[in-house]
């Protein structure tokens, strides 16, 4: 069983340019999260989504940021015209359920390099 | 104020010795606590999960306490070897959403 897959792992974008970032969950796993972490900071809650439909954005910028997660492929994660600040790792999670007790597996991450 | 905080930031262990992580958490209410661990260039990894009602918890050489009265935990690695060289990462979940607050995470490095 594969775990959760994120592409590309290394992403270099120069100011302006739109940046997407896919992730495929874990098999059977039907809820998906994005976090963005911050050199020496934690993760930090993005989004959350299930098949379809954004149930939680409340930790995206409400600018230049959207995210989906279609009924067939990967979940995306959008920056369009991105800026220095938005160089970070960018780290997808999913889970089963959300249950308190569901545990979000997370993949690899993406390195986005903004020039 | 981060509702997790985590100590100490970082700390350089010898192989062979223990060394115990702290974590004390603001989250309310209180769903679960769990320990990730992060390498280098890669994503968490779920070490232990514990809710309410448990106090402690191993997964080998990962032993966790939770003291949710005064809202501490602990992570005690036994017998450090080199591959425990990563950042742990204090995780508290608030209510039935699986909302997670994530700390810092403790820099931990394991020198021979």
């Known amino acids: 069983n594969a775990g959760v897959m994120q592409n590309p792992r290394h992403l270099v974008r120069r100011r302006g340019q739109e940046a997407r970032l896919r992730c495929s969950p874990m098999?059977?796993?039907?809820?998906v999260y994005w976090y963005r972490q911050l050199p020496e900071e934690g993760l930090k809650f993005m989004v959350y989504l299930q098949k379809e439909n954004i149930i939680d954005e409340s930790g995206m910028p409400k600018e230049r940021f959207s995210a989906e997660f279609p009924k067939e492929g990967p979940s995306i994660l959008r920056i369009q015209q991105v800026v220095r600040g938005d160089s970070a790792a960018y780290f997808c999670a999913s889970s089963l359920g959300i249950r308190g007790t569901d545990t979000q597996y997370f993949g690899p991450g993406t390195r986005l390099t903004v020039l | 104020k981060n509702q997790v905080e985590q100590s100490p930031q970082s700390l350089i262990i010898l192989e062979g010795k223990n060394c115990t992580l702290q974590c004390n958490y603001t989250v309310s209410p209180f769903s679960n606590l769990r320990w990730y661990k992060q390498d280098t260039g890669r994503g968490p990894v779920s070490l232990t999960i514990m809710t309410f009602s448990e106090n402690t918890k191993s997964n080998g050489r990962y032993t966790a306490t939770l003291d949710a009265d005064t809202k501490q935990s602990s992570l005690h690695i036994t017998a450090s070897q080199l591959s425990d060289s990563a950042s742990y990462i204090c995780v508290v979940s608030a209510g039935g959403n699986n909302r997670l607050a994530f700390g810092k995470g403790n820099q931990v490095v394991v020198i021979p």
């Open positions: 098999k059977g796993h039907s809820h």
